[in-house]
T-cell receptor, first 109, second 115 residues
Framework: GQNIDQPTEMTATEGAIVQINCTYQTSGFNGLFWYQQHAGEAPTFLSY??LDGLEEKGRFSSFLSRSKGYSYLLLKELQMKDSASYLCAVLDSNYQLIWGAGTKLIIKP | ETGVTQTPRHLVMGMTNKKSLKCEQH?????MYWYKQSAKKPLELMFV???????ENNSVPSRFSPECPNSSHLFLHLHTLQPEDSALYLC??????????????FGPGTRLTVL
């Protein structure tokens, strides 16, 4: 079966750095997406990785290792507004997105 | 209107009612999706339409019936629902289904409660 694993909840301090991991087992791979979802709101796109390596976009970076079935989202200089759920999703061989359950990130002052 | 809009935002219905959810995208996209989001569970893909043709029906119960009259509009018709169908129903659209074209833009969702 297809499976996406990510931690249920993480806590970090304002101004710090946090890494949210995602491991996957899917039928085929056509890229990995990270989305941010604030409570009561719709998910919004953060990043897309299809090749191995690190993609940096401002305070957020996303890493992919296809051989290990592994990705992480790195958030730097954390702000209170970064408190949200972070969803990992893999595009499988049928071009369908397989979603993880999300990691709820709590930022403390 | 910009982005992806959904109506209604909240819906309470009895198990014998018939209702419809509406989604409209103003982004010129070619693919549209219906998702179900329940607490602490992954997003469940219900239906995908690409260029107005349904690509996949992921074994969704027949009490959910999609309709895509054109590339900008998507409906989800509901009838004889069960209490376990209570959830947030999200609509999304994307330029396409392959690779980075699958970056999906979501509407605000319809919070559905079945009594």
């Amino acid at each position: 079966g297809q499976n996406i694993d990510q931690p249920t909840e993480m806590t970090a301090t304002e101004g710090a750095i946090v890494q949210i991991n995602c491991t996957y087992q899917t039928s085929g791979f056509n890229g990995l997406f990270w989305y941010q979802q604030h409570a009561g709101e719709a998910p919004t796109f953060l990043s897309y990785n299809v090749l191995d390596g690190l993609e940096e976009k401002g305070r957020f970076s996303s890493f992919l290792s296809r051989s290990k079935g592994y990705s992480y989202l790195l958030l730097k200089e954390l702000q209170m507004k970064d408190s949200a759920s972070y969803l990992c999703a893999v595009l499988d061989s049928n071009y369908q997105l397989i979603w993880g359950a999300g990691t709820k990130l709590i930022i403390k002052p | 209107e910009t982005g992806v809009t959904q109506t209604p935002r909240h819906l309470v219905m009895g198990m014998t009612n018939k209702k419809s959810l509406k989604c409209e995208q103003h982004l010129g996209h070619n693919a549209m999706y219906w998702y179900k989001q329940s607490a602490k569970k992954p997003l469940e893909l219900m239906f995908v339409y690409s260029l107005e043709e349904r690509v996949e029906n992921n074994s969704v119960p027949s009490r959910f019936s999609p309709e895509c009259p054109n590339s900008s509009h998507l409906f989800l018709h509901l009838h004889t629902l069960q209490p376990e169908d209570s959830a947030l129903y999200l609509c999304a659209s994307s330029q396409g289904v392959r690779g980075s074209y699958n970056e999906q833009f979501f509407g605000p969702g319809t919070r559905l409660t079945v009594l």
